[in-house]
């Protein structure tokens, strides 16, 4: 029978380099553990509408109409891609997830229970990491076009959120402010000691 694989998740503001760090760590840990490194929003039609149409419009749409939008394309994120992925054993690495809407939609107004509620049919992670950055850090760093999610009160509010997760034990903190070398044996040490606890549990 073969061994079910294992879904962690990168979370982080936006600047904060997780995706960077998300893609180096699938390619470091491709050769031994089959890794497979995959994002959201997801590539599917809802995915591609979500970046087209919300992130980069001049004028944000109502939070919840946002919230749906993202648990839709998690569904079939996690149908299409994780899922299939995991029952072939590969150690999947998601460039954000659900905690991304949890704290982007949740810093809106939106009740956390409720944005949980409507992604209930969302795979729980085995393991998810949070960059930790400023936002004033966030906001230094973006050269490039900023989203409609990408203003200094928005990514305050959205910290907030994502270091609530962080106290409870659902986030595992990472310093983001540091070079991406050093950032990047951070969060390889401790996704290593994860899977090594987790292989040791196995046995």
Not at 55 to 60: A, P, V
Not at 110 to 124: C, D, F, G, Y
Request: proline residues 3%; neutral net charge.
């Amino acid at each position: 029978m073969q061994k079910r694989g294992t879904f962690i998740v990168i979370e982080g503001l936006d600047g904060s380099g997780k995706t960077t760090q998300a893609k180096l760590l699938a390619a470091t840990l491709k050769q031994s553990h089959n890794a497979l490194y995959t994002a959201e929003p997801s590539e599917s039609r809802i995915g591609t509408f979500i970046r087209n149409a919300c992130l980069y419009e001049k004028k944000r749409l109502l939070p919840d109409v946002e919230a749906l939008l993202f648990a839709a394309d998690r569904v079939e994120h996690v149908e299409n891609e994780i899922k299939p992925a995991l029952k072939e054993g590969h150690l999947v690495i998601s460039d954000r997830y659900l905690f991304s809407s949890l704290a982007y939609q949740g810093s809106s107004g939106l009740s956390l229970p409720w944005i949980r509620a409507i992604n209930k049919h969302a795979l729980k992670p085995n393991f998810a990491v949070f960059i930790d950055v400023s936002p004033e850090t966030v906001l230094k760093r973006l050269d490039r076009r900023k989203s409609v999610m990408e203003t200094l009160e928005t990514q305050r509010c959205v910290r907030e959120i994502y270091l609530r997760f962080v106290e409870k034990g659902e986030l595992v903190l990472v310093d983001g402010e540091k070079s991406k070398a050093e950032v990047f044996k951070a969060l390889s040490s401790v996704v290593s000691k994860f899977l090594e606890e987790s292989q040791d549990s196995d046995i």
